[in-house]
C-alpha cells in the first residue's frame, strides 16, 4: 500500500462483523484452556498472549502499522520515547561495552546515555555529525555494539549523513540506530539509506495532539547478528531464561532482535504502552501523513520571515535554501524535514526569555511536534544539565529557541513572533 493509506489502514484489516476501529484490549491476562497451553507461550513455541506487561493486542497493531511505514519487518511499543532508546542500546549492549553517538542527540537521551548507561557500565564517545570519515572511524572500539543518531537533531536540526554514518558502523560490523522522531517516516524512512533500527518517540508528531507519551522501536530485518556472534551474544546464543532457545536461529534476522527485546527487556523493566495509549496513538498515526505536510509548510513560512528579520542573529531549518544541512535534507528527506525551527535573538539569552514571555499564540512547553505551535529555551530545560562547552557540542547554544510550529495559520504565527519581538527593548 502507499505510505499515505498504511497511515490509515495499516497494521489492523477487521474481519466480517469485527470492530472497525482497533479495539482497545484493556486486559491484563489472558485465558487458557490448559496448563500446557500457556506453558508454550512461556517456552516461546506458540505466539500469543498471556500478559500485557510483555504484549498486548492493541499496542501490537499499532507497532505493526508503524513497521509497515517505516519498511521494517518486526517493532515493539515502548512506554516512551526514552524507554525506545534505552531497549534499543541495552538490548545489544551490556557492562563493559561501548557505544558511537552523534553528538547532536535530544538533551534526555545525551543525559541516559552520558549519565545513567555509563553509571551501567556502558561507554559512550560522542562524535560530531560534520566529522570526516577519519574521525568517525577513530571513534570505534574493539567493544564497540552500535552507532546511534537522530535523522533531524533535537534542537539543533543537524541532518544525519546517514551513508556516512551506516557505512562506518558496517564496516566495524555493528548496526547503525537511528531516531526518526523529528523526519517522521513520512519524511524520511532511514531503512533505505543504510540504518538498521529506528526508534521514535511516538509522544511527538505521531501522536500529534499531546494526547498520549509513548515510544517504538522498528528493526529493518538487514543485519545478519549471526555474522557477529561473539559480538552479539544475547541474540546468537542460548538464553537460559527460556529453556535455551537462541534467538536467531528459532525467529530468523528479521525477528530476533525485537523479540529479544519483548521476552527480556519488557519482562524485566516493563516499560510498557497502555493499550488506551496505544488506541489515541493510532488516531494520530491516521493523519501524520496530512498534519507532517502542514507542519513543514508552517516551518518554511516562519524559518523565511525569520531570516528576513533584522532582529534575528540566525535560524537554523534544514529545508531553508542556503542552510548548512539544506543539501542533505533535499537528498534525503526531499518532501520536508521537520516543523521545528531553531533561531536566536541578537540580544541573546535575555531577549529570548523576554521574547517567549510576550508570544500569545505560541506556548512555553517541554513538548514539541503537537498540532498547537509551542516554543522552548532548551538550555534552561530539556539540555539544563549540560555545560555551555557540552551545549555548543551538541549545537545547541545557550541563545537558542526552539519553535514547533503546528497546524495554524502561517501569517498568524508570523504575526505572533512579530509581536513579540517588538516588546523587546532595544539597548
Known amino acids: 500500500m502507499n505510505r499515505d493509506t498504511v497511515c490509515v489502514q495499516g497494521g489492523y484489516t477487521p474481519g466480517n462483523g469485527e470492530p472497525r476501529q482497533v479495539p482497545i484490549i484493556q486486559s491484563t491476562t489472558f485465558k487458557y484452556a490448559t496448563s500446557e497451553d500457556m506453558g508454550k507461550l512461556f517456552d516461546l513455541e506458540a505466539s500469543g498472549y498471556f500478559y500485557s506487561r510483555l504484549q498486548n493486542p492493541t499496542c501490537d497493531t499499532v507497532a505493526a502499522k508503524i513497521c509497515a511505514l517505516e519498511g521494517g519487518t ?7 520515547g526514552q524507554a525506545a532508546s534505552f531497549y534499543a542500546i541495552f538490548n545489544i549492549a551490556s557492562c563493559g ?54 535523522t533531524v537533531a533535537n534542537p539543533a536540526l543537524t541532518v544525519l549523513d546517514f551513508e556516512k554514518f551506516a557505512s562506518a558502523a558496517h564496516s566495524h560490523g555493528v548496526p547503525l540506530i537511528v531516531d526518526n522522531t523529528f523526519a517522521t517516516p513520512v519524511n524520511c524512512r532511514p531503512f533505505e539509506w543504510g540504518a538498521d533500527i529506528v526508534t521514535h518517540s511516538t509522544t511527538k508528531y505521531m501522536d500529534g495532539h499531546g494526547a498520549a507519551v509513548g515510544g517504538c522501536i522498528v528493526d529493518s530485518g538487514n543485519f545478519d547478528w549471526t555474522r557477529y556472534p561473539e559480538k552479539y551474544p544475547g541474540l546468537c546464543t542460548p538464553d537460559d531464561s527460556y529453556h535455551g532457545v537462541t534467538y536467531t536461529e528459532r525467529f530468523g534476522i528479521g525477528g530476533a532482535y525485537i523479540t529479544k527485546a519483548t521476552v527480556q527487556l519488557m519482562r524485566d523493566f516493563g516499560s510498557v504502552q497502555s493499550p488506551q495509549s496505544a488506541f489515541i496513538l493510532n488516531l494520530g498515526l491516521e493523519s501524520l501523513h496530512v498534519r507532517m505536510a502542514r507542519h513543514c509548510e508552517n516551518a518554511l513560512a516562519v524559518a523565511k520571515a525569520l531570516q528576513a528579520d533584522d532582529r ?100 498568524d504565527l508570523i504575526a505572533d513572533i512579530k509581536q513579540a519581538l517588538d516588546s523587546i527593548k532595544v539597548g
Do not use: W
Open 74 to 80: 518486526a517493532a515493539m511499543l515502548t512506554s516512551s
Open 97 to 150: 561495552d561501548h557505544i558511537v553517538s552523534s553528538s547532536t542527540i535530544y538533551g534526555g537521551t545525551y543525559n541516559l546515555f552520558a549519565v545513567t548507561m555509563k553509571r551501567m557500565g556502558i561507554d559512550f564517545t560522542f562524535v560530531a555529525p560534520d566529522c570526516t570519515k577519519e574521525e568517525l572511524d577513530a571513534a570505534f572500539r574493539p567493544n564497540t555494539k552500535a552507532v546511534f543518531g537522530e
Open 312 to 411: 534575528i542573529a540566525y535560524v537554523v531549518y534544514p529545508g531553508l535554501e542556503g542552510d548548512k544541512y539544506y543539501e542533505s535534507a533535499k537528498k534525503y528527506m526531499p518532501n520536508g524535514t521537520t516543523g521545528v525551527v531553531s533561531f536566536a535573538l541578537k540580544g541573546g539569552r535575555k531577549a529570548a526569555e523576554t521574547f517567549m514571555k510576550n508570544l500569545k499564540i505560541a506556548a512555553i512547553e517541554t513538548h514539541v511536534a503537537d498540532a498547537r505551535t509551542c516554543c522552548l529555551h532548551p538550555a534552561s530545560s530539556t539540555h539544563r544539565q549540560m555545560t555551555e562547552e557540552e551545549l555548543c557540542a551538541a549545537g545547541v547554544p545557550s541563545d537558542l529557541v526552539r519553535f514547533s510550529c503546528g497546524l495554524e495559520s502561517a501569517d
